[in-house]
Structure formats: C-alpha cells, structure tokens
C-alpha cells in the first residue's frame, strides 16, 4: 500500500528557517541527461525521452515532459572522460518548450563529439 506525505511548508527540528514547497519545487531540476556522444549511448537521464544525434559536436534532447516557456535554463558542461578536458566547452540553447540544441567543441573550437556530457535544466515544466 501506498503512503501519500502532503506538506505545505519544511521546517527544522526547532521549527525554525520554514521553507515553502513551492520554493524547494522551483529551485529543482525539471532534468538532467548524461551523455555520450562519441558511443552516442544516454547513460542516465530524468526527464529526457530521446537524445537526437544531428552531427559532430551537435545533439538535441527531447524532454518527456515538456517546459512551460522558453525561459527556462539549461546548465551544460562536457569533456572526455579519463583524458585532459582543457579548453573543451559546451553550449546549449533553448529552441522551443520541447528540447534545447547542445553545441561541444574541442580546444581548437572545432564541433567535436565529447563522452562525458552533463545538462540540467532548471525552469517550471507545463
């Protein structure tokens, strides 16, 4: 059997520093995805249903629950896992409700496919 736990406000053990859960559900993430692209293989992931691989460096991420509106961020950060990641970055852009593009390049700025790929999304879902 099931057990539902309802609350409408955290306290500590001195009912002290109350925090609303509306606060705790806001500071969230709505997602995350690990990714690698070199296999390209999803190894963990909340919130994403698919991962689409559209070239060397590029991957969209579709989301099973969709964001509310485009002002939702995402937090990236990729390299090559077990190797020397200086100077590799990764850029991500909210394109619509449904997933965001995830841009990796290499320390020359060249697009290159990175094995360890880490996003969070943060924002209020539909």
Same mark, same amino acid.
């Given at each position: 059997m099931a057990s539902i736990l309802r @609350?409408?406000?955290l306290t500590? %053990?001195?009912?002290?520093n109350s925090t609303a859960m509306s606060v @705790?559900?806001?500071?969230?993430?709505? %997602?995350?995805?690990?990714?690698?692209? @070199?296999?390209?293989a999803v190894t963990g992931s909340y919130n994403i249903s698919s991962?689409?691989?559209t070239g %060397?460096?590029?991957?969209?991420?579709?989301? *099973?629950s969709a964001? *509310? %509106?485009?002002?939702y961020a995402v937090v990236s950060a990729g390299g090559m896992l077990n190797q020397d990641a200086g100077g590799r970055i990764s850029e991500t852009n909210p394109t619509n409700t449904s997933s965001y593009q995830c841009v990796t390049t290499n320390s020359a700025g060249t697009r290159a496919d990175h094995?360890?790929? *880490?996003? *969070?999304t943060f924002g209020d879902l539909a």
């Open positions: @609350v409408n406000t500590d %053990a001195s009912s002290n @705790v559900n806001q500071g969230t993430a709505k %997602a995350w995805l690990q990714y690698n692209q @070199v296999t390209p991962v689409t691989d %060397a460096g590029d991957f969209t991420p579709n989301y *099973s964001m *509310s %509106a485009l002002d094995t360890g790929n *880490s996003n *969070s």
